[in-house]
């Protein structure tokens, strides 16, 4: 196996886990129409993925970094096949629905750690630097991508629409495991060498630039997924009659196929000397997004939602890689999968933005709601600009960065 086929190897197993992490989505629906769940209920399977997914980013990383990679992902790729069959064959009750979808979110946080961390390492000797963390974020983005797109499909015209799609994904699941054992180790066992918390610390030479290039950014990778395929397909839900299901589905197929079409032009955005910055370009094309948004919430056209999710995976596939490669910039050998942990956990904070937003929406229209959105787009804006225009310190200038585009 050559170091391409290794890392490629370790993709595949990313494109499982996020297969199975978002499988779930378009099947929403489905649970509370067939499976007679509540709207409360429903949102709760989500929330136990989050909750499963937390740790899985924040500790796995750490760990990876004491106890080597491979352990730690196959171990990940292991649990999402497990997740798959409890929610193949408990879906009668809503316990194993929770349990499910919480070893999911585990699956999805190594995976997003790990996996990516790992990549990157086996990618190494690539003549392009920005090798790794492309190709960590495209097999990821399309995994969440056809994961939502065949078990929406099975789901609106297979037969057993609550356990097929879930099986598809554990016979999906099975060769990655027995491949990933042959991908040779990046990161020798250690043990214990001091505090997880250390792991996840931005060294004091790269938290300017963290602060404001990756921080007001990271939010909107996955900010701008549910505002595309959670709050839209809600507001044009009574222009849908019942294509619902299909059309949820195919705004999450299109939100995340524009994400991978788009990443290789962050690449070259990123090595291109003297032109604009990919973080800048990332949230200007998010802002439009988020203005596309506004205005349909006044007019709730189905195709200009359409539109927006194309405009918002644009902006989400560009701010995907840009996070990755200042993070892999900024991290040193002995903490990259902590803050690529950190990193990630900060994108999935953005999936609470619908939340917020129907909390709040017994107050406030969502054509003022969403109009606030792309205010504080704009604001975020300001802040990367600010941070992509800010000399590099001495500092950061002479720190030993392991990518260099």
């Known amino acids: 196996?050559?170091?391409?086929?290794?890392?490629r190897t370790v993709a595949g197993a990313m494109f499982v886990c996020g297969w199975g992490g978002n499988q779930f989505t378009p099947l929403l629906l489905m649970y509370r129409r067939v499976g007679g769940y509540s709207v409360l209920s429903v949102d709760a399977f989500l929330g136990a993925y989050v909750v499963g997914l937390i740790p899985g980013l924040l500790l796995a990383g750490p760990?990876?970094?004491?106890?080597?990679?491979?352990?730690?992902?196959?171990?990940?790729?292991?649990?999402?096949?497990?997740?798959?069959?409890?929610?193949?064959?408990?879906?009668?009750?809503?316990?194993?629905?929770?349990?499910?979808?919480?070893?999911?979110?585990?699956?999805?946080?190594?995976?997003?750690?790990?996996?990516?961390?790992?990549?990157?390492?086996?990618?190494?000797?690539?003549a392009d630097p920005a090798?790794?963390?492309?190709?960590?974020?495209?097999?990821?983005?399309?995994?969440?991508?056809?994961?939502?797109?065949?078990?929406?499909?099975?789901?609106?015209?297979?037969?057993?629409?609550?356990?097929?799609?879930?099986?598809?994904?554990?016979?999906?699941?099975?060769?990655?495991?027995?491949?990933?054992?042959?991908?040779?180790?990046?990161?020798?066992?250690?043990?214990?060498r001091g505090s997880l918390l250390g792991d996840l610390r931005v060294p004091a030479y790269g938290r300017s630039r963290f602060r404001l290039l990756v921080l007001p950014m990271a939010p909107w990778v996955f900010g701008a997924a549910g505002l595309a395929y959670a709050v839209m397909p809600q507001l044009v839900d009574d222009r849908l009659g019942p294509w619902g299901l299909v059309y949820a589905t195919a705004l999450t197929v299109l939100y995340l196929g524009t994400g991978v079409a788009v990443q290789p032009l962050a690449k070259r955005l990123d090595r291109a000397a003297g032109g604009p910055n990919p973080g800048v370009v990332a949230m200007a094309v998010l802002l439009a997004g988020a203005v596309v948004c506004a205005v349909d919430a006044e007019l709730r056209s189905p195709w200009l939602a359409l539109a927006a999710a194309v405009v918002l995976g644009a902006g989400y596939g560009v701010a995907l890689v840009t996070?990755?490669?200042?993070?892999?910039?900024?991290?040193?050998?002995?903490?990259?999968?902590?803050?690529?942990?950190?990193?990630?956990?900060?994108?999935?904070?953005?999936?609470?933005?619908?939340?917020?937003?129907?909390?709040?929406?017994s107050w406030v229209s969502y054509p003022v709601l969403l109009t606030a959105v792309a205010v504080i787009a704009a604001g975020c804006l300001a802040v990367v600009s600010a941070g992509a225009r800010r000399r590099v310190s001495r500092a950061e200038a002479e720190a030993p960065v392991p990518v260099r585009v």
Do not use: C, N
Not at 1 to 7: E, Q, S
Not at 88 to 113: K, Q
């Open 1 to 7: 196996m050559t170091g391409a086929g290794r890392a």
């Open 63 to 126: 760990l990876s970094d004491r106890w080597g990679r491979r352990r730690v992902m196959v171990a990940g790729t292991a649990v999402s096949a497990v997740a798959s069959a409890v929610l193949a064959f408990g879906a009668d009750g809503p316990l194993p629905i929770y349990a499910g979808r919480l070893l999911t979110g585990v699956a999805v946080g190594i995976a997003m750690s790990v996996g990516s961390s790992w990549v990157k390492e086996l990618s190494a000797g690539a």
């Open 131 to 192: 090798t790794g963390a492309r190709l960590a974020s495209l097999w990821l983005t399309a995994g969440f991508g056809l994961g939502a797109g065949v078990a929406g499909v099975l789901a609106q015209w297979g037969p057993w629409p609550m356990v097929l799609p879930y099986v598809v994904h554990v016979a999906l699941t099975l060769p990655a495991l027995a491949l990933l054992p042959r991908v040779p180790e990046t990161r020798a066992a250690e043990g214990p």
């Open 323 to 361: 996070g990755l490669l200042e993070v892999q910039r900024i991290a040193s050998a002995d903490d990259l999968a902590g803050l690529t942990g950190v990193y990630y956990t900060l994108t999935y904070a953005g999936f609470l933005l619908p939340t917020v937003l129907a909390l709040i929406s």
